[in-house]
């Protein structure tokens, strides 16, 4: 009962000090804030700070501690049909369908800055090795095929990503990531090319 009570109270904390990070990012940008100031925004050290994150840019894009977990489950209620793309895409539009709208904000906002360009894009890797997983799983005789289509799915989500106005909402980019997917023509393991 402690233990869970302990673990409880850690993840609290770690989303006090990402919800911190998100929002005074987003009121100063991100060469404005420093990690005393997100200390304090939630109510700890800096000292407990870098108990939770190496960086201030891990405390934006670091993926959530039950992202795994979350993931996981997706991977695993995913619909098993005769189109394995089909099934992929459900697993990919429920996750855009998850996270909090303002975090893509901040994501963009920090992207555009140029200082941290290239960090926005690597928060989805850990998708794209939970589908390739699941890819894995689904075609354990195909390697090569279970690849691409993670590696597919992921590219179609970063394009969508890229893609976006932040100035508009955040279903704005659910209706991206879903017109991405949709767009992709997948070959079916097992059948010749023409």
């Known amino acids: 009962m402690e233990q869970v009570a302990r673990q409880s109270s850690r993840l609290a904390t770690w989303h006090a ?11 100063r940008g991100f060469a404005a804030v420093t990690v005393d100031d997100v200390a304090a925004a939630a109510g700890t050290s800096r000292r407990t700070f870098f108990n939770y994150f190496p960086t201030k840019a891990a405390a934006l894009f670091d993926p959530e501690p039950e992202l795994a977990g979350r ?60 589908l390739e997983a699941w890819a894995a ?9 279970a690849r691409q289509l993670a590696a597919t799915a992921g590219a179609a989500l ?8 932040p100035a ?3 279903g704005e980019f659910v209706r991206l990531a879903d017109r991405a997917l949709a767009a ?8 010749e090319e023409t």
């Open 184 to 191: 992709v023509t997948v070959r079916r393991a097992g059948t």
């Open 71 to 130: 993931l996981q489950r997706l991977t695993e209620e995913a619909p098993v049909t005769d189109d394995a793309w089909a099934d992929l895409c459900w697993i990919c539009a429920s996750f855009v369908r998850w996270g909090p709208p303002d975090t893509l904000h901040v994501y963009r906002q920090v992207a555009e800055s140029g200082e941290l360009s290239d960090y926005p894009v690597q928060i989805h890797r850990h998708l794209e090795e939970a």
């Open 168 to 170: 508009t909402p955040a």
């Open 137 to 145: 799983r689904r075609f354990p005789g195909d390697p090569l095929h």
């Open 17 to 27: 000090l990402r919800e911190a990070t998100l929002r005074l990012v987003a009121e």
């Open 158 to 165: 970063v394009a969508a990503f890229r893609t976006w106005d």
